[in-house]
């Protein structure tokens, strides 16, 4: 049972995937519950992996695919962390997306696809070898790109096709990286970093640059981020879901992969490959927070603040201080819980009161208080504001700059939280503190259904509660300790 | 109550303002808000006048391992602010009660914040509390919501983020070279560490910015007359004083940082003496008393700089602390008198006018009053020398100040409904009252020797020169001949700001038009 429950949660979302593939359209409620019962038959799998976990059991699945090409499942500590955040925002996301989505046509096409991203996503948390992680990393792709061309208009299609463009484009460099490297090494498996040590520095530089740079069109690292903005024409929930937990995070995920368990943490730095990817991170910090300040579509905004953040992620993979290691492993949960708030917050805005831009949210915490409430929380969450979660990764990315002798990282956290504060708190000003236009009304029915107005709250909540209790072991500050000190040594 | 209960004071101290706040979010919870201000910071008092120095009430868990801690100048603080947050909230309870919403809830914000910052143990805690002041003070600055009160907060949000900024850097720099977030360890490993330069420097401007240290105080003389008259008297009593308390609590009086020490030194003897200048420009009664604080903090800021520039052992230390806390309280009291006096005075019973002018003159230092013997124990701080004359000079500079403030406060129209009278008058009498109490604990020996016949000559004949000064401009009709807009350097600063934006904005731009260019 043990061997097999990487196949299980993997299934969790394959399966219902396929199920409403060949459901129609009018069979609404079969379709939420094989929805609901996927999202949270794989919550309580992983709930199951986490006891295994903590107990000390190791979960290893690996069989042949082709001679010399092995697929391999693992479940280490990292890889649960990225796991259990997408499990709880998927379970959240679907609640989000069947409210959202009520009425509107090719729901099954949409829940299919659905399903098959977050069967990706998960298969790149449980990849245990760097093929498996390329195998699940190109399905990723190929499932969301329906998923950001769903609404079928001419600019949906677009979008779409830029982000396939973009998102191809980093795979081929993505695969030479890989098949220049396993040829040099052979079959790189994570976390036996040992394996690298034949290889001849040079070429280990320049294989690094491709597999960042490959990995860095998901992650929106400047200047490969253009997909993303574009992206925004997606419906709200894929768009929640690509930001927080699927796309962008699985890039940046790669990247911390890549530092730690296919180079290592010493090597990166005896390579001198840190140095040149802090400061690419911190260039995309800088960057996407002054074009998001330019930005007058919320969406469009709320993008551009995603490619700054996530980097917050490479920032601290790059960095020496083992502070900084704990803040940007951490980050890849808060960034997911605040930025998903946001999103939610956006659609819910843009489906009851036909909010898309910042000059129209006049008076909108009076009209849509929840909705405005978790969105005020996440925000200022981003700017940085204790004890809100994202605070809580400024401060380790900080501290470990500096215990890095990095004292420079403290001042681009700054500039950070300065423009952050500057295309944020205008949004909270205007909800809260100016009066509604005069044709504006509180929508019909109250603010919204539940299922579309609570999910925010809720992930609202959760990052102010990951922040106050970060001290706690089992928070994910605490969480993100354990994997640095368990597996890295730090 | 017991020895073991007390530790829960503190926590009381900062929970039931919190608590007060979030119930201020439930729609059917609104007509009581207000009712509940004057009584949520009871428990602070209580504990400032209870609990024994030394405890610690941790709060393990929270956020990176928090706690809260209880010494003498948490006491001190706590004890007046606690007070002022209770007589001002009577006022705002009187005065504000037909628009409660969202008055209260930020309110209650900031004062939890006032409170956490004064109690935290960590460094963590600290800023948490400081930014909760800070930012939920917003709210109190816009409430009334015309232009002014907008372009008031655009002004403090800006420099309170910025000041933001700047202090969780310094203590991102502390906590990582000290190893933990206990706040004396920071402030110790700081004296030794190799950053220490960047390190104060970053924390003198932050909290620079809070205690309307020049050039940084363009918030101050626009966010006093903007807000309610109560939020102005918390504004200055107690959330200005935050600042001080962060320079008290985090600098490194044991290093001897001789320039940083100068740098504050010469930034408060100006912001003393041009900030009284200015503050006698001003004819609107709010912002001459915003003048007016930003002058004493500044004096305050020049003690800590002489404080700063040469090694202090425990006791000096101590000493210093003792000063600048005798200082706050009675100044934090007196000015928070003064901002509720712009309602009760106009039109009151001679007794409010009277207690108005005599509170005005205890802050110039008028033999007798608290206010007097706060400025000795500050005079004998600065040591000899130049400071002591620009001192002397500040004193008179103050008293002009503060006559020609009361004065305004005195001639303005009477508002509309009767205003609260009671809580002027509790603060009125509380400010030397609490000013004679804490110097004859604190330094006995201090305090019965400013009752010396040359020591009262000494403190009389400032405050003699500065009301004559201004008797005769009264009498003669003196007039500027120039007079500054209010938040002077703040017109400079916005049209530097826009022209910053617009640079930055067309550089964007440009780059995207040569990309598209490229492109297509």
Same mark, same amino acid.
């Given at each position: ?490 | ?347 009151? !019973?001679?007794? &409010?006018? #009277? *207690?108005?002018?005599?509170?005005? $003159?205890?802050? =110039?230092?008028? @033999?007798?009053?608290? %206010? /007097? ?70 330094? !006995?020996?201090? &305090?019965? #020797? *400013?009752?010396?016949?040359?020591? $009262?000559?000494? =403190?009389?004949? @400032?405050?003699?020169? %500065? /009301? ?53």
């Amino acid at each position: 049972m043990t061997a097999l429950l990487p196949l299980l949660i993997l299934a969790t979302s394959l399966v219902p995937a396929v199920v409403i593939f060949l459901l129609p359209d009018s069979r609404p409620g079969l379709r939420v519950a094989v929805n609901m019962a996927g999202a949270l038959g794989k919550l309580g799998l992983v709930g199951l992996m986490l006891l295994g976990v903590a107990g000390g059991t190791a979960y290893d699945l690996a069989f042949p695919l082709l001679p010399g090409l092995e697929f391999r499942l693992k479940i280490d500590a990292l890889g649960l962390l990225f796991l259990t955040l997408s499990a709880f925002l998927w379970l959240l996301t679907t609640v989000y997306a069947i409210a959202y989505f009520r009425g509107t046509p090719d729901q099954s096409r949409f829940f299919g696809f659905f399903s098959l991203c977050v069967a990706a996503t998960t298969g790149v948390a449980l990849s245990g070898s760097l093929i498996t992680f390329f195998i699940f990393y190109e399905l990723l792709t190929l499932s969301t790109w329906p998923l950001v061309a769903h609404k079928g208009d001419a600019k949906s299609i677009a979008g779409a096709r830029a982000y396939l463009a973009y998102t191809l484009a980093g795979s081929v460099v993505l695969l030479i990286g890989i098949v220049w490297l396993e040829s040099l090494v052979g079959p790189v498996v994570f976390a036996d970093t040992e394996l690298l040590d034949g290889a001849d520095a040079r070429s280990l530089v320049m294989i690094f640059a491709l597999l960042v740079l490959g990995l860095g069109v998901k992650a929106a690292l400047v200047p490969m981020h253009g997909w993303l903005p574009t992206a925004m024409v997606a419906p709200a929930p894929v768009s929640a879901l690509l930001h927080a937990v699927a796309v962008v995070k699985a890039g940046a995920f790669g990247i911390v992969r890549v530092v730690y368990d296919v180079y290592g943490f010493e090597r990166v730095h005896e390579l001198g490959v840190g140095l040149p990817l802090a400061v690419l991170a911190s260039v995309t910090i800088v960057w996407g927070s002054l074009r998001a300040l330019a930005q007058v579509d919320i969406k469009r905004r709320l993008a551009f603040s995603t490619v700054s953040q996530v980097s917050y992620i490479m920032l601290g993979a790059a960095i020496a201080g083992p502070a900084a290691t704990v803040g940007g492993l951490v980050h890849l949960v808060h960034q997911g819980l605040m930025k998903i708030t946001l999103f939610f917050g956006a659609g819910a805005l843009a489906e009851r009161q036909g909010i898309t831009r910042v000059d129209q949210l006049d008076g909108a915490g009076r009209r849509m208080p929840l909705t405005m409430f978790a969105f005020s929380i996440a925000a200022i969450g981003m700017i940085g504001v204790p004890p809100i979660a994202g605070f809580v990764s400024k401060w380790q990315l900080g501290v470990g700059g500096v215990q890095a002798g990095d004292i420079w990282v403290l001042f681009v956290l700054a500039a950070s939280s300065l423009l952050n504060a500057a295309y944020f708190l205008p949004l909270i000003e205007r909800a809260w503190f100016r009066p509604s236009p005069p044709d504006a009304a509180a929508p019909a029915g109250g603010e919204g259904p539940p299922a579309l107005i609570w999910p925010a709250v809720v992930t609202a909540l959760v990052a102010l509660a990951a922040g106050l209790f970060a001290g706690f072991a089992f928070s994910p500050l605490g969480w993100a300790s354990m994997i640095a000190q368990r597996e890295y040594g730090l | 109550m017991t020895g073991a209960a007390l530790p829960l004071l503190l926590y009381a101290a900062v929970a039931v303002p919190l608590a007060a706040a979030l119930m201020s979010l439930v729609p059917g919870w609104r007509h009581w808000q207000m009712a509940v201000l004057p009584w949520v910071p009871l428990p602070a008092l209580l504990a400032a006048l209870l609990v024994p120095e030394g405890t610690v009430a941790p709060l393990p868990g929270v956020l990176l391992g928090s706690g809260l801690m209880f010494d003498t100048l948490a006491r001190l603080f706590l004890g007046f602010s606690a007070f002022l947050w209770m007589a001002a909230g009577a006022h705002a309870a009187r005065t504000l009660a037909d628009r409660p919403a969202p008055f209260a809830g930020f309110w209650l914000l900031t004062l939890s914040g006032n409170m956490l910052a004064v109690l935290a143990a960590d460094v963590v805690a600290f800023y948490m509390g400081f930014a909760a002041l800070s930012l939920a003070a917003w709210g109190l600055v816009i409430h009334s919501g015309t232009p002014e009160a907008r372009r008031a907060g655009r002004v403090y949000i800006r420099l309170a983020v910025l000041g933001e900024s700047l202090l969780v850097m310094a203590m991102m720099l502390g906590a990582a070279t000290a190893g933990s977030v206990v706040i004396g360890d920071v402030s110790a490993a700081l004296a030794t560490a190799p950053d220490r330069g960047l390190a104060v420097g970053l924390l003198i401007a932050g909290f620079g910015i809070k205690a309307g240290l020049m050039p940084l105080h363009v918030w101050l003389p626009l966010a006093h007359p903007a807000a309610p008259v109560p939020a102005s008297a918390v504004l200055s009593g107690a959330i200005v004083k935050a600042g001080i308390l962060g320079l008290l609590r985090f600098l490194p009086f044991d290093a001897a940082m001789a320039d940083w020490g100068a740098v504050l030194v010469a930034a408060g003897f100006f912001t003393a003496l041009v900030g009284a200048i200015l503050g006698m420009m001003q004819t609107r009664p709010k912002t001459a008393l915003a003048y007016s604080t930003l002058s004493q903090m500044g004096l305050v800021c020049a003690a800590i700089g002489v404080g700063l520039a040469a090694p202090l052992d425990a006791g000096a230390r101590a000493a210093l602390f003792g000063a600048v806390a005798l200082y706050i309280v009675h100044h934090g009291l007196a000015k928070g008198a003064l901002f509720l006096a712009v309602d009760a005075v106009p039109a009151g !019973p001679w007794w &409010a006018r #009277a *207690a108005g002018f005599l509170t005005a $003159l205890a802050i =110039a230092g008028l @033999p007798l009053t608290g %206010g /007097a013997l706060a400025k000795a124990v500050l005079k004998a701080g600065l040591g000899s020398g130049a400071v002591v004359w620009l001192a002397t000079f500040s004193a008179v500079a103050t008293t002009i100040l503060m006559l020609h403030a009361v004065r305004l406060i005195a001639n303005s129209p009477a508002k509309g409904a009767p205003p609260p009278r009671l809580p002027f008058a509790v603060l009125a009498l509380a400010a030397p009252v609490a000013g004679w109490a804490v110097a004859s604990t604190l330094d !006995p020996a201090a &305090a019965a #020797a *400013a009752l010396a016949p040359a020591k $009262l000559f000494d =403190a009389l004949w @400032p405050v003699a020169l %500065g /009301a004559a000064i201004w008797a005769a401009a009264a009498r003669w009709q003196w007039r500027w001949s120039w007079r500054a807009p209010e938040g002077d350097l703040v017109v400079a600063y916005e049209r530097l700001g826009a022209r910053v934006a617009a640079l930055v904005s067309s550089a964007a731009s440009v780059r995207l038009r040569k990309a598209r260019a490229g492109r297509g």
